[in-house]
């Protein structure tokens, strides 16, 4: 049974930078084909695609965000961390982590998905 | 401004057929990228519904299908039900943008 739940701060300030938890159980990012990634929402909006970390350590980011965004993944602990820096209030949303749907998809979708976690950007 | 587009509402009656509709481009679905759908229930994370543009995981209800057709797709909800009122969204990749995109999503009321 694949799950992840998503942790991390609820509140930052404008100008700090966001750093999220993906913990995972029931598949290992170090199987070939396997892939973790982060969306976000804001309020009442759609959905957005941040990052993606495959099993090999191939990262891809959002091209809009790139220059703000990490991700990178910890093996033996079953977790990704996502960091956005320079927080601004239009980064106000929730920020699901999702596990990729494994196979040759480029594009794949996310077939499990955290609850997600709702960050608030204010001074 | 989403690189899909997606009506923001459709509604239907009970037992009724609606269709959602994903508009994308040459970059995208026009260059045979696969659409995937998901559906949103109020205060819930996405829940995937379709994937591969005609494919359905396990335990998702034959009521739902979806079709790809030149640089759209399209989902089908038919026997529209009370609990099938939530917010739709199509993605794919864009090879332009080198990434995953999302529609801007759909409303589904259930009248």
């Known amino acids: 049974q694949i799950t992840l739940k998503e942790s991390g701060p609820t509140l930052v300030k404008p100008t700090q930078t966001l750093t999220l938890t993906c913990t995972f159980s029931g598949f290992s990012l170090s199987t070939i084909g396997v892939g973790v990634g982060w969306v976000r929402q804001p309020p009442g909006k759609a959905l957005e695609w941040l990052a993606l970390i495959y099993w090999d350590d191939d990262r891809r980011y959002s091209p809009s965000l790139k220059s703000r965004l990490t991700i990178t993944k910890d093996t033996s602990n079953n977790q990704v961390v996502l960091s956005m820096t320079n927080m601004d209030p239009m980064d106000t949303g929730t920020y699901y982590c999702a596990h990729r749907l494994e196979g040759g998809l480029v594009g794949a979708p996310f077939d499990y998905w955290g609850q997600g976690t709702l960050v608030t950007v204010s001074s | 401004q989403s690189v899909l587009t997606q009506p923001p509402s459709v509604s239907g009656a009970p037992g009724q057929r609606v269709t959602i509709s994903c508009t994308g481009s040459?970059?995208?679905?026009?260059?045979?990228?696969?659409v995937h759908w998901y559906q949103q229930l109020p205060g819930t994370a996405p829940r995937l519904l379709i994937y591969a543009n005609t494919n359905r995981p396990s335990g998702v209800p034959d009521r739902f299908s979806g079709s790809r057709s030149g640089t759209s797709a399209s989902l089908a909800i038919t026997g529209l039900q009370a609990e099938d009122e939530a917010d739709y969204y199509c993605?794919?990749?864009?090879?332009?943008?080198?990434?995953?995109?999302f529609g801007g999503g759909t409303k589904l009321t259930v009248l």
């Open positions: 993605q794919s990749y864009d090879s332009s943008l080198r990434g995953l995109v």
């Open positions: 040459s970059s995208n679905i026009g260059s045979g990228y696969e």
